[in-house]
């Protein structure tokens, strides 16, 4: 299947400070991104949907302006955890969608990326 | 509101046997449904779905029913395996939502020898 990466896998960082996530597709090209967290013991949440060009969709509860998309390209889509706090701490998963094929199944999931907040 | 649950966190099954992990969900506009594999600290990957049109689907050791009255699927892995071990989460899918997911809660499946 396709591969999808995330850069950090892991990071550690202050409270107060700001975190970049990048998360790729490595081999085709993805229309839609989504990013999800996932806390202990729990299902994965959709944070929102990221369209290549266009303003990122938030679900319900999620701050825009903490949780700054960019999907500037079509492989290429950052979420920056802005003046992150413990209660981020959590499992960040991106999934990059291709246009061929049923949903779901043509939706990849990247590795994810650890974060903690001192 | 939780709208894909899975009511077993845990599941232990000996090799061999069969494994079955299920699912309901309520709300009534989903009709595509799929179930990912999820090994600790790595992303879900793909495993099975089925439509709302379907009521099984057929994929090697795994097979997904849809009970579309009671709300209610299910994965049966046969035989089970010890790769077999990890977290399986199904999802569900409206549509016309271009693949935006809503999954369960996740259930571990533990394969003993």
């Known amino acids: 299947g396709a591969v999808v990466s995330q850069h950090p896998s892991w990071v550690i960082c202050k409270s107060g400070t700001s975190v970049k996530i990048e998360c790729r597709s490595l081999?085709?090209?993805?229309?839609?991104m989504f990013w999800y967290r996932q806390f202990p013991k729990q299902s994965l949440m959709l944070m929102a949907t990221?369209?290549?060009?266009?303003?990122?969709?938030?679900e319900q509860g999620v701050e825009k302006d903490k949780f700054l998309i960019n999907h500037a390209s079509l492989t290429l889509s950052t979420l920056t955890v802005t003046s992150a706090h413990p209660e981020d701490s959590s499992f960040y998963i991106c999934s990059a969608h291709s246009r061929s094929g049923r949903a779901g199944e043509t939706q990849y999931f990247g590795p994810g990326t650890r974060l903690l907040v001192l | 509101d939780q709208q894909v649950k899975q009511n077993s966190p845990s599941l232990s099954v000996q090799e061999g046997r069969i494994s079955i992990l299920n699912c309901d969900y309520t709300?009534?506009?989903?009709?595509?449904f799929l179930w990912y594999k999820k090994y600790p600290a790595e992303g879900p990957t793909f495993l099975i779905s089925i439509s709302s049109i379907k009521d099984k689907n057929e994929d090697g050791r795994f097979t997904v029913f849809l009970n579309k009255s009671a709300k209610h699927l299910s994965l049966h892995i046969v035989p089970s395996q010890p790769g077999d071990s990890a977290v399986y989460f199904c999802?569900?899918?409206?549509?016309?939502?271009?693949?935006?997911?809503?999954f369960g809660t996740g259930t571990r499946l533990q394969v003993t020898l």
């Open positions: 709300n009534s506009m989903f009709d595509y």
């Open positions: 990221s369209n290549e060009g266009s303003k990122a969709t938030y």
């Open positions: 081999d085709f090209q993805a229309t839609t």
């Open positions: 999802a569900a899918t409206p549509t016309g939502t271009a693949s935006k997911l809503t």
